[in-house]
Each structure stands twice: as C-alpha cells, then as structure tokens.
C-alpha cells in the first residue's frame, strides 16, 4: 500500500472522500469551511477547503506517518492511499483498476505459484 506524503503532492486535494477525526483543529476547519461556502456561493467546495487547508502545510509531523500539520499547524492531514479509496476519475479515466486489479492479483497469485512450485519439486 502506497501513502504520499501532503507535502509532495501537487494540485488540489480531491475532497470525494473523507476520514474526519473529531479533534478541535478539524472541527474549526470544518466551521471555517462551511461558514466560506454559505458567505459565496461561487465558491466551488473543493477549492475552498484547499485555500483554508494550504494556510499552513508543513512540517511533518514525523518522518515515518507521512502525516503533515496542515491548517492551523495544529490539524494532522494525510492522503488516504487510492488503492482503497479510488475516486472516479482515478478509477475511470485514469484505468486506475486495471493497475489495482494486476497489482493485487500478483500480490495473492505469487504465493500460490510458490506453494504450487515447492509441491512439485516434492513431488517429482
């Protein structure tokens, strides 16, 4: 399973999919972002939430989680992996499950070719 870290990342991030802890930093955003889009309602949802978030991106919180301080420097931000949470423009436009579908096929198919091959050396 791959996890890109937030801060290597370009572009908007995509807002299709959520996992929201319940901690004061994530409800201040959620507050922040909800009161922005009722004020304009020209305001496209995703770019709002990207202005607010990018007020401070970095540093990470450490060097193994791949998490970043993001916000308010106090909110932990990740990017879920698209493997498990594919959106539909990675799903659909960019084929994105022929590559899951070969990759965790070969991840189940190699040990089952493996236990195949050890029986039949044993057994010839």
Known sequence: MIFLSPLIVSGAY??????????????KLAKQWKEM??????I??????????HKQLGP???DESRLVYAFDGKLK?????????CSGHTYFVQVGFVQLTIFN??????????????????HN
Not at 14 to 27: L, V, Y
Not at 44 to 53: A, E, K, S, T, Y
Not at 77 to 85: Q, R
Request: with cysteine; net charge negative; glycine share 4%.
């Open 14 to 27: 995509n807002i299709g999919i959520f996992h929201w802890r319940p901690t004061e930093s994530a409800k």
């Open 77 to 85: 931000m990740g990017i879920l992996p698209a493997s498990i949470f």
């Open 44 to 53: 496209w949802d995703q770019n709002g939430f990207n202005d607010i978030l």
């Open 60 to 62: 990470s919180v450490d």
């Open 105 to 122: 096929c070969l991840k189940y198919l190699i040990p089952i070719f493996y236990v195949l091959y050890r029986c039949f050396l044993l």
């Open 37 to 42: 889009l009722l004020a304009d309602d020209k």
